[in-house]
Every structure is written in structure tokens, then in C-alpha cells.
């Protein structure tokens, strides 16, 4: 992985492993040094850029084939999949959580009850709590997390560039002018994702007020009008990846302090995926009080959210997008 930026990300990296005593071969790297050691980015945007922090032992994961190689394992080990569209949370008498209700294959609603419930539906906390019970402002997430979303990029590339282009490291550009990451070739397509995040805010009229949702399922691939033909056949497909994130970009993973038994397992930094082998491990020490102390403050729904790794992130929730 080769970061070109001008934020500090790659110096604090850097500084990390010498502050750990972990053994690493990173490095940095002026500008002429990356140009001389990665041709390839010859023709990149390299205005401003002075240090680039260089690491070969870094790397990417395909995000969509690890999460369903999970489900697969998932399966494989027992557990029962119900496919079913959740609508909002089952509230006793005493507006404790009961459980949820949930619809599947188009069929009536019905109540699916539970001595707790985990809720971890990501970017749509905000609106499904809104929906189940609008009235009750304690229950809100009230800028806890925001639903953001950012743009990716898969375009093809001819052929006999892809030895080329698959030896290449990971490029994350950390600019004014540029910011994002370009993914060396795979399955014969080049991948790019845009760090400038966006969240789509829609009127709830329960609530009375704007809160973020991600964008309607068909808008989720188009394109806008103004982007050229040629383009557009040229990229293979776009995206509209959208996450829950807080504004320190830790996790949430707590009991709603206003609602027994419900507990949240929600929000992070746009990596959640990736800490899905092990997440379950932690979930369960919360939901039988045995968690570390220290993550107990750490990943609560009423915390400081000070310490944000990626400054460009901080006071996202709060300011509702960036």
C-alpha cells in the first residue's frame, strides 16, 4: 500500500509500529523515490505531495465475496437463515423491547418476540427507530451516527495491461485535490473509491424533522445525466456504498440505556465488514455483561466521541454529512 497525502495519515502509521515494537517494513518515501520504485503512477496526480508512506505488507480485501463467503460458512455450520424485511421494534407496556416486526416474501406483518434483541441494521438505525416509536425522543439516535455514503468505481482495462496493473500497490491519495484510493486489477476489472462522503437526508414525518437514510435501492447504480456516454461505457459499474458511521468512528455496541433489552450493534468507519469473523465474540460479552470495561466505555451509546482516527470524519454525525 502507497499513501500520498498530505493529512499525516501515513507518518502516524509509521510512527505507530515504532511506539508498538512491531517489526514492519515500512517505509517512507519522497515523491521521486514512489515514481522511481511505481511507474505505473508516472502519470498521477502528484501536485503537493512531498512524503508518501510505502508498506508491502498492507492490502485490500474484496469486501462483497468475504462477507459472502461468511454467510456461506454461516450456513454451513447450522444456523437458520429467514429472509424476512424487518419494519420496526415490538415495545412492551412499558416501552421495553420485546422483540421485532418483521414481513417476509410480501406476507402480513407479524411480531417475532425475543428476551432480547439485537438490533444491527446499520445505516438504517436512524429511520428504523424513528419508525418504531417517534413519540419517544430518548429512544432516537440524536446524532449518535449518520447514515454517509461514498462513490466506488469498477472499470475495465484491455488486456494486456494486466500484468502491469495487478503488481501495483494500493494508491491512496490524501489531497485537496484528490481523495481516494485506486485497487490494482482484479477479475479484470481496476477499482476506485471516492473518500469524500454524502448523506442523503429525507423528511420523517414522524419525527417531525430530517434524519439520514440511505438512498432509495434504484438509485443506487445510475448515473447522473451530465456524465459523458463514453464514460459510462467505459466504467464497468458505479456505486453508492452506504454505512453507519459515528463521529469518532468506533463502534456502537451497548444496551439502548432507554429501552431494556434492546441492544445496539451498529455504526463504525465504512470497515465494518471486516471485523465480522470476530464482532459476534464481543456482541455476545455485552449482551451478557462480561465485555472489558474498557470497551464497555469505549463502544457506548452515550459517550465522548473524541480520538477519531480519520480527522476528515470528525463531527460527521453531528454536522450531518461532509
Partial sequence: MLFAEEIGMGQASFENYRSLSVETRSEILSKEEALTRFPIFQDANWTGVKENYFNPQSGWGEADEAVASFFTATLASGVEFIEATAEKLVLDSDGNCAGVVISEAGGPSREFLADRTILCVGAYTEKFLADTA???????????????????????????????????????????????????????????????????????????????????????????????????????NVFKNTDAVSP?????????????????????????????????????????NTLDEDLVRKWAWDRENTGAACEIFQGLAKDGGC
Fill in 248 to 288: 469518532n468512528q468506533d463502534l456502537i455496541i451497548d444496551y439502548h440505556p432507554k429501552c431494556a433489552n434492546l441492544v445496539i450493534a451498529s455504526a463504525g468507519s465504512f470497515h465494518s465488514w471486516k471485523f465480522l469473523p470476530n464482532i459476534g465474540e464481543y456482541v455476545v460479552k455485552r449482551i451478557f
Fill in 134 to 236: 417517534p413519540e419517544r425522543s430518548e429512544l432516537q439516535v440524536n446524532g449518535r451516527l449518520i447514515a454517509a455514503g461514498a462513490i466506488q468505481c469498477k472499470a475495465t482495462y484491455p488486456p494486456e495491461y494486466e500484468e502491469q496493473l495487478s503488481k501495483a500497490p494500493v494508491h491512496f491519495l490524501g489531497m485537496w485535490h484528490t481523495h481516494g484510493e485506486s485497487i490494482p486489477a482484479f477479475k479484470g476489472l481496476l477499482k476506485f473509491n471516492c473518500e469524500v462522503s454524502f448523506t442523503n437526508m429525507t423528511r420523517h414525518d414522524g419525527l417531525g424533522r430530517d434524519i439520514s437514510v440511505p438512498p432509495p435501492a434504484d438509485t443506487q447504480t445510475s448515473w447522473n445525466q451530465n456524465v459523458p456516454e463514453g464514460l459510462k461505457q467505459e466504467v464497468a
